[in-house]
Structures are given as structure tokens and as C-alpha cells.
């Protein structure tokens, strides 16, 4: 189950996803370093999570600034 569905995060003000974005990149900060000081992480998979949610406040946030909606980026227009 993902940490944020799209929904969610367009249900969301500028603000509060610029503070989840903080929240999360930082977790993963904290979760790399631990694998890089050779400690064992609890959950390899909340890495990936933490990712593709990071990724995905990326894009609705870059879909704001283009004014575009969701499904309206390239390769997605009418042939």
C-alpha cells in the first residue's frame, strides 16, 4: 500500500506538501545514512515507498506549475 495515493496528494495545499515532501525526504536521508554505516534496516521496502511518494509530490507539483491536470502530460493527447 503506498504512503500517499494521488488523491491525497492533490487533496493537499501547496504548503502541506512541501512539508510532507520535507518530512519524507528527510526519513529517507536518515534511512540511507543507516544503511551506509552498515546498520540493518528494519523495512528495505520503506525505501522504495518513500521514493516513489517523494516522486509523486514531485509531480503534482510540477503539473501545477505547467497549469496541466493529471493525464494531461505528453503522450496523452488524442490521435
Known sequence: MPLLRMEQIR???PEERKKKLDELMAELMRLKAMIA???AVEN???IRE???AIARIL???REE???IG???G???GKL
Open 11 to 13: 487533496a493537499m495545499s
Open 37 to 39: 554505516a552498515g546498520g
Open 44 to 46: 528495505p521496502a520503506r
Open 50 to 52: 518513500l521514493r516513489r
Open 59 to 61: 509531480t503534482v507539483q
Open 65 to 67: 506549475e505547467l497549469g
Open 70 to 72: 493529471p493525464g494531461e
Open 74 to 76: 505528453r503522450g496523452r
